[in-house]
């Protein structure tokens, strides 16, 4: 599994991290950094929770894709607005992604917003809101990437599902 290979790579890439005392300013391994150890075990287990679940919808691959590619999107569009601690994104941005992806093709299914469970589509409304209230938007980077990306493979799936439906009759 996917998520699998994801959970590994948190722990082994911040420990790497938090030995030697160094910041993540690469986008493709910030996606996979986290501030704290603390912040590690909630991205973990978000990630756990929700993830496993949406590998399972998705496949591994559009999985994959969807996290890299709202990850490395989600910590250039931080560097591109200016952020004064650049590429810092780290976690948060493939889950927020993640997010985007499930608005897009599943908006009433249940994510996890801070600690409390809400439907994707909430998820998306109060992302938008902390971006407007004045977070610098950097969590609408991953969102959009997120929701462009699971519209785009929306129709790719349910044409999977369908055949996999008739095959099974």
């Known amino acids: 599994m996917v998520i699998l290979l994801f ?10 991290f938090f030995l030697f005392n160094s910041q993540i ?3 493709l391994f910030a996606m996979f950094a986290s501030d ?4 590690l075990v909630f991205y973990t287990t978000v990630l756990a ?4 679940k949406l590998e399972q919808d998705l496949g591994a691959t559009r999985f994959a894709a969807i996290y890299v590619c709202a990850g490395v999107v989600g910590n250039l569009g931080l560097l591109g607005i ?5 590429i810092a994104m780290g ?43 004045g977070k610098g938007g950097i969590d609408v980077f991953p ?25 099974r009759r």
């Open 49 to 52: 929770a929700f993830g496993g």
């Open 143 to 167: 969102l959009f990437a997120g929701m462009l990306l699971g519209y785009s493979m929306k129709e790719g799936i349910e044409a999977e599902q369908a055949r996999a439906g008739f095959a």
């Open 36 to 39: 704290n150890i603390l912040w």
């Open 7 to 16: 959970a590994q790579l948190f722990i082994v890439l911040n420990i790497l």
């Open 91 to 133: 976690a948060l941005a493939p889950l927020v992604g993640l997010t985007g992806a499930i608005v897009a093709m599943k908006p009433l299914t249940f994510v996890v917003v801070e600690i409390y469970p809400v439907p994707a589509i909430v998820a998306a409304a109060f992302i938008m809101l902390v971006h407007f209230i």
């Open 82 to 86: 200016g952020a004064p601690e650049g």
């Open 25 to 27: 300013n690469h986008p």
